[in-house]
């Protein structure tokens, strides 16, 4: 190899993965190449809580065996990846100080599926406390940095996922989204980030937030590097009540073909009038290059941010309260106040109150299903919000108004959904939308969102470490 760290360090997966199968890269030098980046560049971004230094390397040196007697299990093996740390694998701390000292007695089905691919963990990354809360400078676990400018949040609640993947510390990371907390740190960190359909990988010994709203899923750098991901973790697991009994396609079976006569709508009424006018821009110049390449654009009915809001809050908040409710009875103080408060609200919330939400929350599924009965996706911003600087501590409200996530529309209704960059903002942060389209339909998200990604150079664009 002629490359430098760097480069390799931000070589695709899927580039990788074909080096190792030809023999031409070795595990163990490219898992060194990254613990080595990590050992560097780890003090100033806080992606990792904890990294599993020795026990990484003994993995590539089997996977760099099993390799070498042509026992390739495919795409991921040998190939280094990381997890938040919400996952069960070793020390898993939810980044609150309740559970500083807690072990994992065993990995959780999504990260022993991806060992069981070839896949070798890094280690854990950090995340909002409970995936819930914003970790502050005050935090008892450190905030991960944003690698585009240190004195910005990566978004979350999966953090260190995408500080991970954008910083070049790891091939590909798994997080999880609730309300976004996958597709605002791809929007953040200017990478690509897939919430799977409701069901598709497996939540069992994943930290729950939520029982109803909780999927589970990766960020990479690329969208075929994504759909590979996938393909390692996907997949029906009797241990989650939640999984869903579906075969597992190949995930990239579309990737490459051409997009012409796809059929994409617009939700404007959900977003336009709360959209920040940077981040509407840029979307409108991803939608002429929609069409460009020959998807057909067209405008579709919808509820308004503030109508999905008023059911999304209450189930999530009533939900984690319940989750949470022994924990915090005994130890309160091992919280941060913002979380306290969300608890405080969720305890408040009535079963009618609860039941209603979630009424509307099905016929908002219900009309668009309805929808997708004519069209192949949807389209529209990430989020409405620039990415908000790391605060000194935890503040007295979630974020300040007008934070607008257009994410949580897709984990109510449980569609698969795909966020990609498209461009920066004035500050310098990577800005980026979604698309999200019929359940259990991911390949023909990964198309077109591979389609886009190839047409312009946002890919290609990685912070200056």
């Known amino acids: 190899m002629t490359t430098t760290s760097r ?3 931000y070589l695709p997966l899927a580039e990788v993965a074909n080096l190792i199968r030809q023999k031409q890269l070795s595990p163990v030098e490219l898992t060194q190449t990254i613990l080595d980046r990590i050992s560097e560049l780890n003090p100033k971004v806080h992606a990792f809580y904890t990294v599993f230094s020795e026990q990484v390397l003994a993995d590539a040196k089997q996977a760099e065996e099993e390799i070498g007697r042509g026992n390739y299990r495919g795409p991921l093996h040998g190939v280094p990846f990381a997890v938040k740390d919400i996952y069960e694998a070793g020390p898993t701390t939810g980044g609150s100080k309740q559970r500083k ?35 502050t400078l005050s935090s008892y676990f450190p905030p991960a940095r944003n690698p585009w400018n240190f004195d910005f949040d990566p978004g979350g609640s999966s953090t ?60 990479t750098r690329t969208v075929r590097d994504a759909a590979l991901m996938l393909q390692g973790c996907a997949g029906y697991d009797p241990l989650d009540p939640a999984s869903a009994n ?23 009424r959900y977003f336009s009038d709360t959209c920040d006018p940077e981040i509407l821009a840029s979307f409108q110049e991803a939608v002429k290059q929609m069409e460009t390449l020959g998807a057909t654009v067209v405008d579709v009915d919808s509820v308004s941010w503030n109508e999905l809001e008023a059911a999304f809050w209450p189930i999530i908040m009533a939900d984690a309260a319940a989750i949470q409710l022994d924990d915090m009875r005994k130890a309160p103080n091992d919280y941060n106040r913002q979380l306290k408060l969300l608890h405080a ?20 599924r219900t009309q668009m299903l309805r929808q997708l009965r004519d069209i192949d996706l949807f389209m529209l911003p990430t989020v409405g919000l620039q990415t908000p600087p790391i605060l000194e501590q935890s503040p007295g409200v979630y974020f300040e108004d007008g934070a ?10 449980g569609f698969p959904a795909i966020a990609i960059p498209s461009g920066f903002a004035s500050n310098g942060l990577p800005v980026g939308f979604q698309l999200a389209g019929r359940p259990f339909e991911e390949a023909t998200v990964f198309q077109v969102a591979h389609a886009y990604e190839q047409s312009t150079p946002w890919h290609d664009k990685h912070p200056p470490l």
């Open 7 to 9: 480069d390799l360090a």
């Open 101 to 135: 000292d807690y072990i994992a007695a065993k990995d959780c089905t999504a990260v022993a599926k991806l060992k069981e691919a070839g896949g070798l963990l890094l280690g854990k990354l950090a995340t909002y406390e409970f995936a819930f809360s914003v970790q």
């Open 160 to 219: 260190g996922s995408g500080a991970s993947v954008a910083a070049g510390l790891a091939y590909g990371a798994m997080g999880t989204c609730t309300g976004g907390s996958i597709r605002w740190p791809a929007f953040c960190c200017g990478i690509v980030g897939v919430k799977p359909t409701y069901g598709r990988v497996s939540r069992q010994g994943v930290f729950p937030l939520s029982w109803n709203l909780d999927h589970t899923g990766p960020l």
């Open 246 to 268: 579906e075969p597992v396609p190949d995930f990239s079976e579309k990737i490459g073909r051409d997009i012409r006569g796809i059929r994409i709508s617009i939700p404007r």
């Open 345 to 364: 609200c969720g305890y408040l919330i009535s079963s009618t109150a609860y039941l209603q939400c979630q009424r509307l929350r099905q016929q908002i």
């Open 404 to 413: 607008t996530f257009y994410t949580a529309i897709f984990n109510m209704t």
